[in-house]
């Protein structure tokens, strides 16, 4: 069994920076794939990035070159900075986590998720 927490959330201005944090409990086995995903409000959950085993990571394009996904692999913490924060990046950010991922962006590939937590991006 795992189980994912995320904290980290929060409001901040436009241009602004947070950083989200997954705590993983359990066998690192099912959570060598890793991945944040985000629900804005009257929207689809969507996926922002990801991360393999190896250490290989992956983005959506609308992130890329302002958000990092890494990890800490003592303490099993995912993270994932967001900087140049846009006020559409307000959401409900999720942790994901699987053994094994066929497709980055298939929610349906990821067996354990976390609660989620909100971040809130003003203009």
């Known amino acids: 069994q795992v189980m994912l927490v995320e904290s980290g959330g929060g409001s901040v201005q436009a241009g602004g920076s947070l950083r989200l944090s997954c705590v993983g409990f359990?066998?690192?086995?099912?959570?060598?794939?890793m991945a944040w995903f985000r629900q804005a409000p009257g929207k689809e959950r969507e996926w922002v990035a990801g991360?393999?085993?190896?250490?290989?990571?992956y983005y959506a394009d609308s992130v890329k070159g302002r958000f990092t996904i890494s990890k800490d692999n003592v303490k099993n913490i995912l993270y994932l900075q967001m900087n140049l924060l846009k006020p559409e990046d307000t959401a409900i950010y999720y942790c994901?986590?699987?053994?094994?991922?066929?497709?980055?962006?298939?929610?349906?590939?990821?067996?354990?998720w976390g609660q989620g937590t909100e971040v809130t991006v003003s203009s």
């Open positions: 991360r393999s085993g190896d250490g290989r990571t």
């Open positions: 359990g066998h690192p086995y099912y959570m060598e794939s």
């Open positions: 994901a986590a699987a053994s094994f991922v066929r497709t980055w962006d298939g929610e349906s590939d990821y067996k354990y």
